[in-house]
């Protein structure tokens, strides 16, 4: 490539970037104005810029004005943004404060995870029921079923955090008690859906094994590494070079989610990992571990490029005249997907010692599935587990479920402030 060509690549790759980021940012603050998370704006308008692209210019002015080197140019700069941010969201559950225990927590984890991973096979048997192909797609039909499960069990702390501290409600036991289980249902769904994209290649329990070896030893390594990084030397070296410490920490995401991808596992494992080895605590001199600090660094960028990501995920997936819009199934989806978490968070709720209404507000804010869903759809598409139809179906869940949380919460209490506090757990000790 000659210089004239290679400024004109880096140009285009430049504006794509700009424009990606420019739309996200008024889908942020189109949220913001309608009272609903950010997330939400940007990813629904970074899913509609494809349609609406194709719908304005056509196929050809679309490929004319994204071709495809560029294009895959800024997949990966947005792809590198979702990695990054998930280093500070699992530092984020590493590192959280909330401190719920016993018997209400167990239960409110098997409601909220145990019946939306049953609905969700079941609604995985109809599309392969339905022989509808364009929902079906060529995944081994243990990847399609665990796949699906687990969209419908995941719940997005980061973003539930953030309704629940905007409301400034996280002192009470119901939010909590959805925090922390959240955290544990999470950490359960990012180990499934490894299986799930094993599952693909058809090597059967073998594949399962290793898979299951690589995380244990993964896991394992992320522990030393964590005790290494909270030593006296590893916090002096951070505190006194924070930028450097943030971007070792960087590199470190990107080549362990690189090598997790070569070894068959999801590359989103390789970055959680490093998230969870970056201490939170302080050195024995009882100050503050500037590690803390280098994550939150990372997920800033990581945060920033994000909706890059979503806004090419519309451009190349939506943005083809061949994918249909699948009515139905988003509506089976949509009503499958509420049904199971909030009827499974209540129930949790319920047998966990929690009043009517308090388990009710449970399963309302384990609906909440926002980016951590969104992510999981992306590796579920990128493996050819989801089709295009079936992505878009889940994906219009995951925004529909997330928006709902707030109002719906508010609906069932009017007063929080006054009321959640008195709302007690009887079997919390």
Not at 123 to 136: K, M, P, T, V
Request: charged content about 10%.
């Amino acid at each position: 490539m000659e210089l004239g060509d290679a400024v004109l690549w880096f140009g285009h790759v430049a504006a794509i970037l700009l424009v990606s980021m420019g739309v996200a940012f008024v889908g942020g603050r189109l949220a913001r104005v309608l009272g609903q998370p950010v997330v939400i704006g940007e990813v629904g308008v970074g899913l509609l810029a494809g349609p609406a692209l194709l719908a304005v210019g056509g196929p050809e002015f679309t490929a004319a004005l994204l071709p495809p080197g560029p294009l895959d140019a800024v997949r990966a700069v947005g792809h590198a943004g979702l990695l990054l941010f998930l280093v500070g969201v699992a530092h984020e559950l590493r590192a959280g404060s909330i401190t719920v225990h016993g018997r209400s927590l167990w239960w409110a984890v098997a409601g909220s995870l145990g019946l939306p991973l049953v609905v969700g096979c079941l609604l995985a048997g109809w599309i392969i029921w339905s022989g509808d192909a364009e929902l079906r797609g060529p995944a081994p039909d243990p990847a399609l079923v665990l796949l699906v499960a687990i969209s419908l069990a995941v719940t997005a702390v980061p973003v539930l955090s953030r309704i629940l501290t905007d409301r400034e409600i996280m002192h009470t036991v119901v939010a909590r008690l959805s925090v922390a289980s959240a955290v544990i249902i999470d950490a359960v769904a990012w180990i499934l859906l490894s299986v799930a994209i094993g599952l693909t290649e058809g090597e059967g329990t073998g594949k399962v094994a290793a898979l299951a070896a690589l995380a244990v030893g993964g896991g394992a390594a992320a522990v030393l590494a964590h005790r290494e990084l909270a030593r006296d030397g590893a916090v002096g070296f951070g505190r006194r070079f924070p930028r450097l410490a943030a971007t070792l920490a960087a590199a470190c995401a990107l080549g362990a989610s690189a090598a997790m991808g070569q070894w068959g596992m999801t590359d989103i494992f390789g970055a959680l990992l490093v998230g969870f080895a970056l201490p939170a605590g302080g050195n024995s001199a009882g100050e503050g571990s500037p590690w803390g600090e280098a994550a939150h660094r990372v997920a800033r960028v990581g945060r920033m490029l994000v909706p890059v990501f979503f806004v090419v995920v519309g451009v190349t997936v939506f943005a083809v005249p061949s994918v249909t819009f699948p009515w139905m199934a988003i509506g089976v989806v949509t009503v499958a997907g509420i049904l199971a978490k909030v009827g499974g968070g209540y129930l949790g709720g319920r047998l966990g010692g929690l009043s009517h209404r308090a388990g009710l507000q449970l399963g309302v804010l384990m609906n909440t599935r926002g980016l951590t869903e969104l992510v999981v759809l992306q590796a579920g598409y990128t493996a050819r587990i989801l089709t295009a139809p079936l992505f878009l179906a889940l994906a219009v869940m995951t925004l529909v479920t997330t928006a709902m949380t707030g109002p719906l919460y508010a609906l069932l209490d009017r007063s929080v402030r006054s009321a959640a506090p008195a709302t007690v757990l009887k079997g919390s000790r």
